[in-house]
């Protein structure tokens, strides 16, 4: 492996300014404005794939955006590895907390500034080059098949088809995945868990145009209060979510997975600190990373309803609404939990209104095993970069695709993340940095090594 160490080294200036190229495509797959930016965004990293020699590079049309797809076959001996990621990112919104343009990538402070800098372009794009160094050096242990698709940031809604359609081209051995992040960039860490997703839109309905305040406030039904009182009731002082049989399948963790949790480095303080807020809240009886990771959880994620512009109008609004997501663990099932929320939700609300649930994706969660070869090799690569072996970590994110991957294609999936809880993704600011751009390039072939080998003995 050591000239394709070489090899990376060499090219580093290239790879990110490659990276930088492709951050400056806006493919935002929530808002049709930009479905052509899509396509663009696949067709770039087509032409890229077929540059460092893939082979079968395909734009596979679905009823939403293409998935990209190509292989690499070196061996009918050799084990294969099914490389997933995602070239679609979220919306930049709100523009004006960027410090710089969100589509055109800056470097401050060894950082690269962008959206989809760490979801999930540049951990992507680690995946292309780490494949790239191993075809230039003829150092490819393992036979390799890529998967990006351009949907992820919506549900991934057409993937499940993909999947079925294309079953027997996916065959592989492992799903590697680099949509996570480590503990520190001096605390590597593998991803072992994800929460599954429930994710909603509620309309609450009063009379059937906004009212003069004046007129009519305290006579007529605000839906705006309304929706806001109903949302508060969905926690009680314990922020224990209310909701009858929420909790009914939720995993119980035992004390010493709980123990072993919580010696994961964590400074409160700090945490507070970098978030620029005065105290936490949560579930009571469980620390933060316990919270964020083993528990389910419910957030509004937006809300709005009446007037919203500059100066005052008086209105007593006709609708108000909001998007609310839930949080999912091991055993909770994200139909079962939309339906008990729908349901609860239309329950609580006064006879002056009238109550809409729109489910929108939602996806299993999913637990990977840490005693299986898949795993060992991802810890043997980080080991050997790091120099140090990563922490088993349960992340609070969900990436249902997860889920999908085993039960369509019986594969299991290794989390091979390299980004920080700190990279703002999804949030104004969004970055990644160099350190971790390059060490999960130099991560990936040491991955394809351990895992060739311990499949061999």
């Avoid at 679609?88 to 919104?93: E, N, R």
């Avoid at 868990?193 to 605000?222: C, F």
Wanted: glycine share 8%; charged share 25%; with cysteine.
């Amino acid at each position: 492996m050591q000239e394709v160490q070489n090899y990376i080294q060499t090219n580093q200036q290239r790879f990110l300014d490659e990276l930088l190229d492709f951050l400056r495509i806006p493919s935002i797959s929530a808002d049709t404005k930009y479905k052509g930016d899509v396509l663009k965004a696949a067709e770039w990293l087509s032409a890229e794939l077929t540059r460092i020699g893939m082979e079968g590079v395909e734009i596979v049309p679905t009823k939403g955006h293409p998935i990209v797809y190509a292989e690499k076959q070196v061996d009918p001996s050799y084990p294969t590895i099914l490389i997933y990621g995602h070239y679609d990112v979220q919306p930049p919104d709100p523009l004006d907390l960027w410090h710089s343009p969100p589509f055109e990538p800056v470097i401050k402070n060894e950082k690269i500034y962008a959206r989809g800098a760490c979801d999930d372009k540049g951990q992507l794009y680690m995946h292309v080059k780490a494949v790239e160094s191993m075809i230039a050096t003829g150092e490819m242990p393992c036979n390799v098949k890529v998967m990006f698709e351009g949907e992820e940031e919506v549900g991934s809604e057409n993937l499940g088809h993909f999947l079925k359609s294309y079953k027997d081209r996916l065959s592989a051995d492992v799903i590697l995945v680099s949509d996570t992040s480590i503990i520190a960039n001096d605390v590597p860490s593998i991803t072992t868990g994800l929460r599954g997703l429930s994710y909603v839109e509620v309309e609450v309905t009063g009379p059937n145009i906004d009212l003069h305040s004046g007129v009519y406030g305290g006579a007529v039904g605000n839906p705006a209060n309304i929706l806001c009182t109903m949302i508060a009731s969905l926690h009680d002082e314990n922020r224990h979510i209310t909701i009858p049989g929420f909790y009914d399948d939720v995993e119980i963790v035992s004390d010493e997975e709980r123990k072993q949790m919580n010696m994961a480095p964590f400074n409160e303080e700090e945490y507070k600190k970098d978030l620029d807020v005065k105290d936490l809240m949560g579930e009571k009886g469980y620390t933060t990373l316990e919270r964020t990771s083993i528990r389910p959880t419910m957030e509004v994620n937006g809300i709005w309803g009446g007037y919203i512009g500059e100066g005052a109008k008086t209105v007593l609004p006709s609708k108000a609404s909001a998007k609310i997501s839930m949080r999912l663990v091991p055993n909770q099932d994200p139909d079962k939990i939309t339906k008990l929320f729908s349901d609860h939700f239309k329950s609580i609300a006064p006879p002056s209104v009238k109550v809409k649930v729109t489910p929108h994706h939602g996806g299993q969660p999913a637990v990977t095993p840490t005693d299986t070869i898949e795993y060992q090799a991802a810890s043997k690569a980080m080991e050997k970069s790091f120099g140090k072996a990563p922490l088993p970590q349960r992340s609070g994110g969900s990436i249902p695709i997860v889920a999908l991957f085993e039960q369509v294609l019986g594969v299991k999936t290794v989390l091979l993340g390299f980004g920080l809880d700190s990279d703002a993704i999804h949030s104004p600011n969004e970055h990644y940095g160099l350190f971790n751009f390059y060490k999960g390039i130099e991560t990936i072939p040491y991955y394809f090594m351990y895992y060739a080998e311990m499949k061999k003995s």
